[in-house]
């Protein structure tokens, strides 16, 4: 008898090394497996299955991704969410939050052409919120949207800009997106243990991404805390054009190779000299582009 033909479809929202949660047209959660070791599937992504039990299928194929969010070091890359339209980037104001990450996250957006937001939680602290506030101050100022919130006291302020988009929640650990989460989607934890049961196993509810349907134009992937985003995918180039306000220097360098550390004539260090450009700025882009700076 001739095997089962991949006819169903469904999408990914929730994904764990080869284990992954496909939810059918119909609303049915099908757990299903990847064929080989290493997984291509990531979250979001809409997949042809083909079903081996009643309660068990098999990925045969990813349907084309519109956008894919992912992080690398030389060894390894990790894949976020796919078809994702805006990424969400989660800062608070205690702890501290590395900013370089922050930055990081938004080069990684730039390059998939996503929209994004930043949220600065926890702004119930007063004293620490001032701090946090100049710490974002640059990103205001060239044009980034900055919400401020409390999300155990009221996170509604973000839902009208999660409306019509699948936006990814990402943000170091301890910066409230759990938090943030359950105040938004109060079924979120039901829907989690309604995952770990699927997937037969407790600890994967902390480890994998996890979408959630906010409405029905609306959705939401959460994804666990980073502590590191690695950008090792990207050319030097690709990383210098998601410092969007450095456009209108480009180019415009004595050396057409110039890296904007030590090179005489070069257009950025004389901008940020000048107050023209945020020298923290450019400091971010020579530490992020120091990884790439001898392979492309």
């Not at 990684?108 to 939680?121: F, G, K, M, S, Y």
């Not at 980034?144 to 009221?154: G, H, I, T």
């Not at 243990?193 to 037969?200: F, N, P």
């Amino acid at each position: 008898m001739a095997p089962e033909l991949p006819t169903l479809q469904g999408r990914v929202v929730a994904a764990f090394s080869r284990q992954h949660l496909v939810e059918l047209p119909g609303g049915e959660l099908l757990p299903c497996l990847t064929r080989g070791k290493k997984s291509l599937v990531a979250c979001g992504d809409f997949v042809w299955l083909r079903r081996t039990a009643d309660n068990q299928a098999v990925i045969e194929e990813i349907a084309p991704r519109k956008t894919l969010l992912h992080r690398s070091d030389a060894y390894r890359e990790k894949l976020i969410a796919a078809n994702v339209s805006q990424i969400i980037v989660v800062v608070a104001a205690e702890p501290s939050f590395d900013d370089e990450l922050l930055a990081r996250c938004l080069v990684a957006a730039h390059d998939q052409r996503l929209e994004t937001l930043i949220v600065l939680n926890k702004c119930d602290l007063a004293a620490r919120a001032d701090a946090a506030r100049a710490q974002l101050a640059p990103y205001r100022n060239i044009g980034y949207r900055v919400l401020e919130l409390s999300a155990n006291k009221d996170a509604a302020p973000l839902l009208p800009f999660l409306q019509g988009h699948t936006s990814v929640l990402v943000g170091q650990s301890g910066m409230g997106k759990s938090t943030l989460i359950n105040a938004l989607l109060p079924e979120a934890r039901a829907a989690t243990t309604e995952i770990s049961v699927a997937l037969d196993s407790g600890k994967h509810t902390t480890t994998h991404a996890r979408l959630y349907h906010v409405n029905e134009d609306s959705h939401l992937i959460d994804c666990p805390g980073v502590q590191a985003f690695g950008l090792h995918h990207l050319a030097y180039g690709e990383i210098e054009e998601g410092f969007v306000e450095f456009a209108a220097y480009r180019g415009l360098c004595r050396f057409r190779n110039c890296r904007h550390t030590h090179e005489p004539g070069c257009a950025l260090r004389e901008a940020a000299g000048a107050g023209k450009i945020d020298p923290r700025r450019l400091m971010l882009l020579q530490s992020i582009s120091a990884s790439v700076a001898t392979r492309k």
